[in-house]
Antibody
Framework: QLQLQESGPGLVKSSETLSLTCTVSGGSISSSSYYWGWIRQPPGKGLEWIGSIYYSGSTYYNPSLKSRVTISVDTSKNQFSLKLSSVTAADTAVYYC????????????WGQGTLVTVSS | QSALTQPASVSGSPGQSITIPCTGTSRDVGGYNHVSWYQQHPGKAPKLMIYEVSNRPSGVSNRFSGSKSGNTASLTISGLQAEDEADYYCSSYTSSGTLVFGGGTTLTVL
């Protein structure tokens, strides 16, 4: 059974860079037909797609976050990562990693999510 | 990109049917069949309920169904049960090669 697990600091200072890693188990991150994505959810609010990456390194980003987001992949560790720079309180959210089906654009497998709080 | 439009809340009694609309544009919902629906219970990760407009993943009850007409996709839940009470989100691929979610709908089972 495929499993995804987010890890990283739960508290980040304003103006600094948020860094999270998603570890994939029970399957290979190098599988064809799948992208790997990050989604976030501010407390009490809806879901927002951040971006997605293929194992080759090809990426797609949300235009509203593109200038601050970098998603990378490490196939040797079966992991992919998120970096969000210049964070503010508005970036406080639960961050999820998930597997995206190519050509169909749906997330069938999700991590449990990790809360990241931006402090001033 | 703008979020897809969903009603903030819907409600229904056990056994009834409800429909949640998700309205976009010809650049997303209306232009592609890559529309999905997710169920989210409090404190939990979202769960995929419908993909490609009307397909159900293995293990999802056939009480859940999806459809699309023009720029509006819909999720219908028949035979409402208490366990269906949750937040529901639609998503769609866009002509920009990105993904957009709806604002979410809270379903209350009366």
């Amino acid at each position: 059974q495929l499993q995804l697990q987010e890890s990283g600091p739960g508290l980040v200072k304003s103006s600094e860079t948020l860094s999270l890693t998603c570890t994939v188990s029970g399957g290979s991150i190098s599988s064809s037909s799948y992208y790997w994505g990050w989604i976030r959810q501010p407390p009490g609010k809806g879901l927002e797609w951040i971006g997605s990456i293929y194992y080759s390194g090809s990426t797609y980003y949300n235009p509203s976050l593109k200038s601050r987001v970098t998603i990378s992949v490490d196939t040797s560790k079966n992991q992919f990562s998120l970096k969000l720079s210049s964070v503010t309180a508005a970036d406080t959210a639960v961050y999820y990693c998930a597997r995206l089906r190519d050509f169909e654009w749906h997330f069938a497998y999700w991590g449990q999510g990790t809360l990241v709080t931006v402090s001033s | 990109q703008s979020a897809l439009t969903q009603p903030a809340s819907v409600s229904g009694s056990p056994g009834q049917s409800i429909t949640i609309p998700c309205t976009g544009t010809s650049r997303d919902v209306g232009g592609y069949n890559h529309v999905s629906w997710y169920q989210q219970h409090p404190g939990k990760a979202p769960k995929l309920m419908i993909y490609e407009v009307s397909n159900r993943p293995s293990g999802v009850s056939n009480r859940f169904s999806g459809s699309k007409s023009g720029n509006t996709a819909s999720l219908t839940i028949s035979g409402l049960q208490a366990e269906d009470e949750a937040d529901y989100y639609c998503s769609s691929y866009t002509s920009s090669g990105t993904l957009v979610f709806g604002g979410g709908t809270t379903l209350t089972v009366l």
